[in-house]
Nanobody, 125 residues
Framework: QVQLVESGGGLVQAGDSLRLSCAASDRTFSGYAVGWFRQAPGKEREIVAGISWSGGSTFYADSVKGRFTISRDNAKSTVYLQMNSLKPEDTAVYYC??????????????????WGQGTQVTISS
C-alpha cells in the first residue's frame, strides 16, 4: 500500500505562512483521498483537512477554515497544505494519511501503512 512522507514544517512567527508537502511512494496514490492531521502535545490527534482523489472535493476543520488550503498534484504524487495566518495554537506535528474516500478520512478509516513520521510545525507568538 501507498506510503506517505511529510515535509515542509518549521519554526515561524504568528501570522507567517508555511506549505507542507505529502509525497507518495507510488502512483496508486492518485486513486486515494488524502488527509492532513495534527497532534499537539497533550492533545488528541485531529483531522485538519482532506481532499478527494480527484481534488474536486475538499473539507477543513473549523479551526483552519479560511486560513489553510489543501491541494494535490497527482502527476507529482504529492498533496500540499498551504497554511496562512498561522497562530500559536497551530503548533503540532502534522501528518498525512490516505484512505479510500473523504468520508473514510473523517471516520478514521485510513490506511495504517500510509502514515508517515510527521513534520513539526511550531508557531511563536
Amino acid at each position: 500500500q501507498v506510503q506517505l512522507v511529510e515535509s515542509g514544517g518549521g519554526l515561524v512567527q504568528a501570522g507567517d505562512s508555511l506549505r507542507l508537502s505529502c509525497a507518495a511512494s507510488d502512483r496508486t496514490f492518485s486513486g486515494y483521498a488524502v488527509g492532513w492531521f495534527r497532534q499537539a502535545p497533550g492533545k488528541e490527534r485531529e483531522i485538519v483537512a482532506g481532499i478527494s482523489w480527484s481534488g474536486g472535493s475538499t473539507f477543513y476543520a473549523d479551526s483552519v477554515k479560511g486560513r489553510f488550503t489543501i491541494s494535490r498534484d497527482n502527476a507529482k504524487s504529492t498533496v500540499y497544505l498551504q497554511m496562512n495566518s498561522l497562530k500559536p495554537e497551530d503548533t503540532a506535528v502534522y501528518y498525512c494519511a490516505a484512505a479510500t474516500s473523504t468520508v473514510a478520512l473523517i471516520t478514521g478509516e485510513t490506511f495504517r501503512s500510509s502514515w508517515g513520521q510527521g513534520t513539526q510545525v511550531t508557531i511563536s507568538s
